[in-house]
Every structure is written in C-alpha cells, then in structure tokens.
C-alpha cells in the first residue's frame, strides 16, 4: 500500500512526510540508530562527499592538539592552498579537502607545529592514496565518530 501511496504524493506531500517520519524516529529510537539512518540517507542523496552542513557538523566537535576547538581553517583558506598547491577535485571536493586538512592539523599539530605545508602535503597524500576507496575522508569521518 504504501508504493502506492509514495507514487501519488505530490513533492510536498513526500516531504512532510519525510520531515515527521524523521521527527517520529529521532524521538523514537537509539540516537546511533536514528544517525546511521540519517547517514544513509544523506550518502544516497548526496554520494559518499561532504557538503558544507556535514562539514560544519564535523568541523565543531574538533578537539585540537593545540588546546582549540572546531576547525583550523575556513573553506575559503584551504581551497586556495589547494589552487596553489595544484591539487584538483576531481576525486575529492573542496569540503572533503577542507575536512582533510582540518582534521590532519587537529590530530598532528604536535608535529606539524605551524607548518601549513605539512598539512597540505598530509591532506594531499591521504585523500590521494591509490588503495584508498571513493569517499575516503567522509568514510573516516564516519569511521571515527
């Protein structure tokens, strides 16, 4: 019954009822349930990438070595190392980098100390590693929460 009923509702109609459907389950079920739903269903809209909601989410529960918190970095900044750095998003996009190079500063400032470089070159080689599945940065971000 309800093929039928999707089949004929109207686009508004499908998201009220998407909207309440998810309401219902995140007052319903396991917070980790009701995220891994959610994560599907951005990963089937959205592809195994960030945009820049998944990325602000990501971005502002960093704990970083350097005793701050959030990200390091604004998109703009990184996209512009990226341009002149000559690294391409063609298999990764400027949120995935962005992500990358945030998470990377976060996780090894203690070595990298203030050193943009490191980072680009860190970034670089981990969302470019040949055996390294589509998605890479999403997957490790999901990975990791």
């Known amino acids: ?13 499908l998201k009220e009822f998407a909207y309440d459907v998810f309401d219902m389950l995140k007052r319903n079920v396991d917070e980790d349930v009701y995220e891994d739903i959610e994560m599907d269903l951005y990963m ?17 529960c960093m704990e970083n070595e350097d005793g ?16 002149n750095a000559g690294i391409s998003f063609e ?10 190079m945030n998470m990377v500063y976060s996780d090894y400032y203690k070595t990298g100390g203030g050193n943009t470089n490191f980072y680009v070159e860190l970034a670089k080689s ?7 599945p589509r998605g890479k940065a999403l997957k490790y971000y999901l990975a990791m929460k």
């Open 1 to 13: 019954m309800h093929r039928k009923i999707i089949e004929e509702a109207s686009h508004e109609q």
């Open 44 to 60: 089937d809209v959205y592809g195994c990438h960030f945009t820049k909601w998944l990325l602000e989410k990501a971005l502002c």
């Open 68 to 83: 701050t918190k959030g990200g390091h970095w604004t998109i703009e900044q990184t996209t512009s190392v990226a341009k």
């Open 91 to 100: 298999f990764f996009n400027e949120y995935d980098w962005n992500y990358v």
């Open 126 to 132: 981990f969302l470019m590693d040949k055996d390294a």
